[in-house]
């Protein structure tokens, strides 16, 4: 992997922690780490405490293409203006995946665990 690759996949880690760090203020940056490139395990990783509130394990990914389909949809998705846009998908002989905006998917997160903040 170039540099300007590994550059750009840690600004991207760094990106997915800020949002998450922003939506869930109640955890400090040490509860939220961007990992090492190359490091094996979760691009972001999460203290006991962040698991709490965030249960999932982040893999993060920024393609410069090879996912134009994936914005295609969900421009089709936006003109339906009928709430945010969300992709579900789902190729032969796999499970279903669910697109959505990382702003819209952390809202929900954030909701399904109110009790816990």
Known sequence: MTR???AKGRLGQ???RDALLKTFNHLEPDDVKSTVMGDT???I???PLAQ???PISIEVKRRKTGLKTVYTWMDQATNHDKGPPVVFYRSDRQPWLVVSELDHYLELLKGSKKDDN
């Open 4 to 6: 300007a690759a590994k």
């Open 14 to 16: 760094q990106e997915i």
């Open 41 to 43: 395990g979760a691009d």
């Open 45 to 47: 990783q999460l203290s």
């Open 52 to 54: 709490k509130s965030i």
